[in-house]
T-cell receptor, first 111, second 116 residues
Framework: GNSVTQMEGPVTLSEEAFLTINCTYT??????LFWYVQYPGEGLQLLLK?????DKGSNKGFEATYRKETTSFHLEKGSVQVSDSAVYFC??????????FGTGTRLQVTL | NAGVTQTPKFRILKIGQSMTLQCTQD?????MYWYRQDPGMGLKLIYY???????DKGEVPNGYNVSRSTTEDFPLRLELAAPSQTSVYFC???????????????FGPGTRLTVL
């Protein structure tokens, strides 16, 4: 079946540091890939997505590229802010648009 | 549009009690989902629906039931609450690829349930 593996957190960075959160997946066919973000006490919000190989999703300075050859969808941001502190989930979609999630990576950004 | 709304926000149940978590979406999405999120874990799919009158089990359906009588509503029923059902429950909806709107999901704010 489908599965998503993402790096364990927490990840602690200083403001303006470079962020990478690794995500790899196992899936049949050609799933769409997503990054969702969850701020404290809130539901999940879509951060970005990519629907086919070599697509790059981007939003709010975050980027991720769909790499079919390495089955990866790593999240990057060049300069993080304190307001980026949240839990980030990598996910892929299967039949009936069902999502399979990774376990989440908590990011804490300090001044 | 309100998007996906869930009620209640918080609830404490005693073992053996029952309750219904409500979920409503106003985006005319065909697909709806219920997930649970345990501390430090990702989300696990409980049940999903691809349209009114159609429901199916997800990864962790035991102890739960659902119904989908309208496009808008997708309630989740706990019949005999157990401590293992202490979790945060999220409802989500999606237009699905056939809906022409893409296959991303839109989430509600969640219901935090504690069973004592």
């Amino acid at each position: 079946g489908n599965s998503v593996t993402q790096m364990e957190g927490p990840v602690t960075l200083s403001e303006e540091a470079f962020l990478t959160i690794n995500c790899t997946y196992t899936a049949t066919g050609y799933p769409s890939l997503f990054w969702y973000v969850q701020y404290p006490g809130e539901g999940l919000q879509l951060l970005l997505k990519a629907t086919k190989a070599d697509d790059k999703g981007s939003n709010k300075g975050f980027e991720a590229t769909y790499r079919k050859e390495t089955t990866s969808f790593h999240l990057e941001k060049g300069s993080v802010q304190v307001s980026d502190s949240a839990v980030y989930f990598c996910a892929l979609t299967g039949t009936a648009s069902k999502l399979t999630f990774g376990t989440g990576t908590r990011l804490q950004v300090t001044l | 549009n309100a998007g996906v709304t869930q009620t209640p926000k918080f609830r404490i149940l005693k073992i053996g009690q029952s309750m219904t978590l409500q979920c409503t979406q106003d985006m005319n999405h065909n697909y709806m989902y219920w997930y649970r999120q345990d501390p430090g874990m990702g989300l696990k799919l409980i049940y999903y629906s691809v349209g009114a009158g159609i429901t199916d089990k997800g990864e962790v359906p035991n102890g739960y039931n659902v119904s989908r009588s309208t496009t808008e509503d997708f309630p989740l029923r706990l019949e005999l609450a157990a401590p293992s059902q202490t979790s945060v429950y999220f409802c989500a909806s999606s237009p699905g690829l056939a809906g022409g709107g893409g296959n991303e999901q839109f989430f509600g704010p969640g219901t935090r349930l504690t069973v004592l």
